[in-house]
């Protein structure tokens, strides 16, 4: 990936991180405790195709099942606190792997102020009354740029994404951006592509004027993921 470095502490205003997504970039530190802030302009970029979801036929059981309560901006400090958190147990495999150690104290402050702004928005994942799952991203026109996510139990993480899709296609999003693509990622549908298709991408996205939709109907979030099932390639897991 290509980086812009910025030394020392580096306050990042709501102003700047909007023009930065416009163009491409987007900041990261080096390590949690680290108030260094850098630019990443990656040459290959990630992205999730809004029809283009895998989800296994197990995942699709969960889904269905209901097994976990989801939320989206009840508690958007509280996810990305755990997104900041070093990944959990290894045992829960790789449902944990857009996870890390990257956000600093600077980033959870700027992406809190973005979500109170309404610009950034978490989808979170309880299972009775514990959070155990969740993502947060940032949202501009028609482009969702997933910044990361956590899992504390099999399958959270993957139930937040399949959640955030599903409302990225009922809010008319047009582009769903992962920054890098993972294994993880890959196994649900990600895909990569050039920075220059990545850019033509953007702008097409910032010409929808596409709207998060905090509370969809039941019957409205129950239909679009049924659709997606029937548009997701067959897997077994």
Not at 227 to 233: D, N, P, T, V, Y
Request: with cysteine.
């Amino acid at each position: 990936m290509a980086a812009r470095p910025i030394p020392g502490p580096h306050r990042l205003t709501p102003e700047i991180l909007v023009r930065a997504y416009a163009a491409g970039v987007f900041p990261m530190s080096e390590a949690r405790d680290d108030p260094t802030i850098f630019w990443v302009d990656p040459e290959l970029r990630g992205v999730i195709p809004l029809d283009g979801l895998h989800v296994s036929r197990s995942l699709r059981k969960v889904l269905r099942r209901g097994d976990f309560r989801i939320t989206t901006d009840t508690c958007f400090p509280r996810v990305i606190e755990e997104c900041a958190k070093p990944r959990p147990d290894p045992e829960l495999g790789d449902d944990d792997e857009m996870g890390g150690t990257w956000i600093n104290d600077e980033i959870i402050r700027a992406y809190c102020e973005m979500a109170d702004l309404g610009l950034a928005h978490s989808v979170e994942v309880w299972r009775d009354n514990d959070l155990v799952g969740g993502l947060y991203g940032l949202s501009l026109k028609g482009a969702f740029m997933g910044e990361s996510m956590f899992s504390r139990t099999p399958n959270a993480s993957k139930v937040a994404l399949a959640h955030l899709v599903a409302r990225l296609r009922i809010g008319g999003y047009a582009l769903l951006d992962t920054q890098f693509l993972t294994e993880h990622l890959a196994t649900m549908g990600g895909v990569e592509i050039s920075g220059r298709e990545y850019i033509e991408r953007l702008e097409r996205a910032f010409e929808v004027d596409a709207q998060f939709p905090l509370a969809p109907s039941g019957e409205a979030l129950s239909s679009e993921l049924e659709r997606m099932f029937s548009q997701s390639k067959t897997h077994t897991s």
